[in-house]
């Protein structure tokens, strides 16, 4: 047993957006301080007005998250060092009929036309159970090119292959 809080989560391209007409939204920015090669990922987020600092560790279908809120002073001035690992997004946060949460992401900039749904669940069980909705695509949960740590410093190329994939 850990003592660390555990994230388990997949991830999906989407088949087609659903109506999010009115489902609530946030625009979010986010950087990484660590380079894309570390294991560990510490992350700064701007989710609206709020800030955070986060340390993940570990990769797939379970990973380790802390999460920490910041002022916003403080995220201004750790910013500057996510130069160059940074995406912009915004999310929408909306419920399947099983009761489940799902994030959905519309990425910005060079990402515009990636969009990517999560959704967390209570035991690695659950997430093997889950019934994949018909507007979900393809599961990328272990494609580590889909992370957003990743998907932070891809170049043309790889975001290429990644909107045509």
Do not use: C
């Amino acid at each position: 047993m850990t003592d660390r809080p555990l994230e388990i989560e997949r991830k999906f391209l989407l088949r087609k957006l659903p109506d999010l007409e009115h489902v609530p939204s946030v625009e979010i920015r986010q950087g990484y301080i660590t380079a894309p090669q570390d294991t560990t990922e510490v992350r700064l987020r701007q989710s609206g007005e709020g800030h955070f600092l986060s340390v993940k560790g570990g990769a797939g279908l379970v990973r380790s998250e802390r999460e920490v809120t910041i002022s916003a002073q403080q995220f201004q001035l750790l910013w500057p060092e996510t130069t160059g690992r940074r995406i912009e997004k915004t999310r929408y946060k909306g419920q399947l009929p099983d009761g489940l949460t799902y994030e959905l992401d519309v990425y910005a900039g060079s990402l515009e036309r990636l969009f990517t749904v999560e959704v967390e669940f209570p035991s690695e069980a659950n997430a093997n159970a889950f019934s994949v909705p018909d507007w979900f695509g393809k599961d990328v949960t272990l494609d580590k090119r889909y992370r957003n740590k990743s998907l932070a410093v891809a170049d043309h190329e790889t975001i290429k292959a990644l909107l045509n994939g």
